[in-house]
């Protein structure tokens, strides 16, 4: 996932300011005050004293206030999409859509947070054993702004229903966001202390995880913020959780229903105007079906044409800022003069703003940037491969490991192929990879560790305690550790 912000900071002796900027005319938004160093550690302290109180509540107590910001965000979810809209480029629809899955996942984690964190009874031969889950303070999360608002949800939800506290710093062309999630969350009576968002400098990340207040942190976005991150939390022994990026491979086989195979393509490329970790990237397609399978995508892909991200039905709006827009356009470049060739777009649209048009390419091989690196936006790359094991060779020869996808009219083949054949954290066949709070999410490889999401993901900020008490005080002491 890339780094690209639409914002610019001003410096001057007193404060320090955040512009941002409309993706879709280039003009300037509007501005925030940037916070201290010192104020971010003073909120880390306030947070850890907020959460001396918080972790002795009860479940039933902290599900009616995450059921609230549940409806918080249902009843303010065209105020939260047009905000995405006017920050970071995200359709009205999709806006939507992102505020209502933020609403689901807090009412799923305020219905079974008790059961994934009750305890576990353990047989050890004689007295009691059991597993319990404890809070462990106040977490750090590191946010995107490719779903500014599920990002920061997805993490919160089960972090303060597990009994913690949490810090966000979110990306700073997404400032709107940020201030309207922590917003919810008090509405919703989350105390005032206990979530707290932070516009602070990227560059000042590093010194808020060495504070003895901060007990973990969390990171969505690049290798080199993970990196960054996972330095410093290493370096003071805390512990993180990182979904980084994705370079999502979906292999596509000669028994697959090949217009159905191309859609469910183009549609996992396309996810978010392709600005996804999860997006599929890489169409790894067998011989015998790919002159067809090339035909297909293209008539999908075209349907996904750009207009006003504010009207209803607009499928594809602007990129996230013309810097990550020109990035892209010089990946598809590279990409074309090695070799690699042009089925549709690839050209820059002469209007303001960071337009780029859905663009597909074929021939895609090894010294490319659609071959090698994570394209950003909406491009889908067709690899050829030999046969199913070719493919599934291609799809693993990647750094990354986050999402997968096989599709085929063999279902047990399928699933095959999916549980056991691909490196990745999630594998779907014959669909779009997704998160859901049912399922756990995350990958491997570049792409991260950790998990977010159901049992393992509410567990990940937990400490997970053996306990164990003695049938008989007077039994004998074990030695053997």
Known sequence: ???????????????????????????????????STGDAKAAAAAARKAF??????SFAERSAVIRK?????????????????????????DGRAEVEKCAFHCDWFAEHAEGYLANEQVDVGGG???VTFNPLGVVLAVMPWNFPFWQVFRFAAPALMAGNGALLKHASNVPGCALAIEEVLHEAGVPRDLFRTLLLPSSEVKALIEDDNIVAVTLTGSIAA?????TAAGGVLKKCVLELGGS??????????IGAAAKICATARMVNGGQS????????VVRPILEKFETAIVEAMRAFEMGDPRKEGTKLGPLVSEKARDDIHEQVEKSVANGARLLLGGAVPDRPGAWYPATVLADVREGQPAHDAEIFGPVAAIIAADDEADAIRIANNSEFGLGSGVLTGDLERGRRIAAQELEAGMSFVNDNVRSDPRMPFGGVKHSGFGRECSSFGIREFTNIKSVQVAADKTEDVKSVQ
Request: charged share 35%.
């Open 277 to 284: 970790c999860i997006a599929g990237k890489r169409f790894i």
């Open 248 to 257: 999502d491979a979906y292999v596509v086989l000669e028994d697959a229903d």
């Open 52 to 57: 001396e109180s918080w972790r002795r509540t």
């Open 69 to 93: 910001a549940a409806e918080v965000l249902r009843r303010r979810k065209d105020e939260f999409a047009a905000l995405m809209t006017e920050e970071m480029g995200k359709t009205l629809t």
């Open 128 to 130: 009691e054993a059991f």
């Open 1 to 35: 996932m890339t780094d690209q912000v639409t914002t610019e900071r001003e410096t001057d002796a007193k404060t320090r300011t955040i512009q941002t900027v409309n993706p879709a005319t280039g003009q300037p938004g509007r501005t925030y005050e940037e916070v």
């Open 226 to 230: 993970g990196r960054s991150v996972a």
